[in-house]
């Protein structure tokens, strides 16, 4: 399986938006926590410090069962709210997607009106988002990445997290795209010219903005001449011609209407 690797933007974006204050570490007070069990209480303030410092030496694991403590034995101090999202943070960075979705939704149902929902927004995208497998297999992930990354540009289109949302959004069409051609030369391959035809017009109609978009139109020209309807191939030809005039697709569509039907 190959996921989209998180880019540095993300990760500092992420990082960013929540780091340990100098107010907590010095309430904090000196020495280490020498011991991470999680059912020992602790107060507030060693609980988050040794937490932070958990994910501060990369050991995510820890450090998101630690925030989750914080959360746990002092739900209303106001570090619950921050922990939340830190745990999911953490999670995030150990590639344990599914609780991490799970932590930033807990924190938008309890806190939606709150001005970190942003960021947890955009943990829960790129959660979906670095699960998506290539165009082979079920595509359910990458959809539920779209849904995610479309809800941030439309909840929050001047955020920080809004450009590089989009930016994903890209992607997340062309992988789409890609897994519907990926279909439609399948059912090409055992000739059945309807079922591919239907796949292409989706990547033309859904996905035209995409890198699949002349390609799809190329295999629509192709598909209609062998349903015998030369005029509706003559139209994908067309349509690829004035939107990509110097493509290869185009030269190819060109030479084959040329051969097939000269006169549509």
Sequence with gaps: MTRFAPSRAAVRLLAAAFVITPMLAACAGGGGVKQDTR?????????????????DRGQYGIAAALFDE??????????ARRAQLMSSFSYYMDREYTPAIEAAQRFLAIHPGNKDAPYAYYLIALSYYEQISDVTRDQRITQQAQAAL??????????????????KLDL????LAGKEMEIGRFYQRSSNWLAASIRFREVVDKYQTTSHAPEALYRLTESYLALGIPEEAKKSAAVLGANYPGNEWYERAYKLMQKHAPSA
């Design 39 to 55: 059912y020992v209480a602790r107060d507030v303030n060693t609980l988050y410090r040794a937490a932070q410092e958990r994910l």
């Design 70 to 79: 914080v959360e746990r034995q002092h739900p209303y101090s106001p570090w």
């Design 150 to 167: 479309g809800e941030i540009v439309r909840r929050y289109p001047d955020s920080r997290y809004a450009a590089d949302a989009r930016l």
């Design 172 to 175: 997340v069409q062309d992988h």
